[in-house]
C-alpha cells in the first residue's frame, strides 16, 4: 500500500525554488516600475521565455506531473512574485486550456505553438468569452457564428470585454453561439488566426490592479476563419447540436470546460499574492516598534498573523485536491474546483487587507508594496467567476437542483 504523504517530491521542490527564484531575482524588482507604466512587461516575457518558463513546453512538463500539482505550485511562486506581470506570462494558458478542452490533436499542434511564438520573439493568446451583456450569463452570449459552406468559412460576429491580451495577442480564441435558440448548448469556440482581418481592440482597459497585465474589449467585425479553426471539428459539432436539439443532457460547453481546467490554477495565484502580503506584514510586525516594543508581541497583531497564515494553508488544500481531482478526471461532484477558486480568492482579498491594516499609514503608501497586492487580490473574487457564481455551482453540484 501507497503511504499517504504531503511531501513534495524532489522534481516539484527543484520547480518551486527555480519558479520561486525568477518570481525573487526577476519580477519582484520590475514589479512597481510595470505597474506605474500600465504596459505589457515584454522584456520580463522575453526573459520568462529564455529561461523556459513561458512556452508550451514548461506547461506540458507541468501537466505531465501526475499529482497534479506542478502547475499549481509554480502560479502561486510566479504570483507571489506579482501578479500583474505573472497574468502577463501565464495568461496565455487560458487560451491553451482552452484548445486543450476543446480541440483536436492536429489543431493543438497547429494551433498552440503560436500562442507562445519563440524566445526570440515571444506572442501572447487571449480567450474572448465575456461580453458586455454576458458575463457570468454565458448563456446570454450575443457573438455569433455562422458557416459558410460555398468557402468552408466560418464568419464571426460580436463583441467581447474584459479580454487578457485582446488585441495583442497573435492567437485569440472566441467562443460564439452557433444555435442561440440552444443557450449555452448551442455554442462553440473558434481559434483566429494571427493577422486576421476583422478582428480589434481600440484601447487598453485602465484598471484597478493587474496593471502589467493586458486587458481589453475585442471586436469582431465579419471575421472569417478557416473551417478547420472550429476547435473540436465540424463533425463533433454536428452531432452536440443534434443532441441537444433532441432534448439529451450536454456534457458541457466551450466556456465552462476552460474555466473547470483552470479554476484551481487560478486559485493557486490569489494564493501567491497572499502569501507575499502576508510574508511582507509578518516581516513588519517584528521589526516595527512601538510603546518600546515590536508590534507583534501585542496579542491583535499576533492573532490576525495566526489567522492570515491559516487561511492561506487551508486554501491551498482545496487547491491542491481539487488540481489532483482534475488532473486524474475525478468528477467535481461538489463542485470542488469552485470551492478551491472561491476559498482562495476571497482569502486574498482578506489577507492583503489584513496587511494593509496591519502596516498602518505606511501600508497605505506605495512605498510598500501591500498596497498594490491590496488592488491587485480583488480580481480574484471577480473574474473566471464571480465569488456568487462559485456558490451558485456548489449549491447545486451538492443539491443536485436548479438553482437560481
Known sequence: MVEFSLDLNEEQRDLRDWVHGFASEVVRPAAAEWDAREETPWPVIQEAAKVGLYGFEFLATCWADPTGLSLPI????????????????????????????????????????????????????????????????VAAMRTRASYDEATDEWVLRGQKAYATNGGIAGV????????????SRGQAAFVVPPGTAGLSATRKLRKLGLRASHTADVFLDDVRVPGRC?????????????????????????????????RPTVGAQALGVARAAYEYALDYAKE??????????????????????MEIDAARLLVWRASWMGRNNRPFSAGEGSMSKLKAGEVAVSVTEKAVQLLGGAGFL???????????????????????????????????????
Open 74 to 137: 509554480a502560479s502561486e511562486e510566479l504570483f507571489w512574485g506579482d501578479a500583474g506581470i505573472g497574468l502577463s506570462i501565464f495568461g496565455t494558458s487560458l487560451a491553451v486550456a482552452a484548445i486543450y478542452g476543446a480541440g483536436t490533436p492536429d489543431q493543438l499542434v497547429e494551433w498552440v505553438p503560436q500562442c507562445f511564438g519563440d524566445a526570440d520573439s515571444p506572442a501572447v493568446a487571449a480567450f474572448c468569452t465575456s461580453e458586455p451583456e454576458a458575463g457570468s450569463d
Open 172 to 183: 485569440h480564441v472566441v467562443t460564439a453561439s452557433v444555435e442561440p435558440d440552444l443557450g
Open 230 to 262: 472550429l476547435l473540436g471539428g465540424k463533425e463533433a459539432l454536428d452531432e452536440r447540436l443534434a443532441r441537444a436539439r433532441s432534448g439529451q443532457r450536454a456534457s458541457g460547453q466551450a466556456a465552462m470546460r476552460t474555466f473547470e481546467l483552470s
Open 288 to 309: 516595527r516598534v512601538q510603546f518600546g516594543r515590536p508590534i507583534i508581541t501585542n496579542q491583535a497583531v499576533a492573532f490576525a498573523l495566526a489567522d492570515m497564515r
Open 366 to 404: 506605495r512605498d510598500h508594496p501591500v498596497e498594490r497586492w491590496y488592488r491587485d487580490a480583488k480580481i480574484y473574487t471577480i473574474f473566471e467567476g464571480t465569488s456568487e457564481i462559485q456558490r451558485l455551482v456548489i449549491s447545486r453540484a451538492i443539491s443536485g437542483m436548479q438553482i437560481r
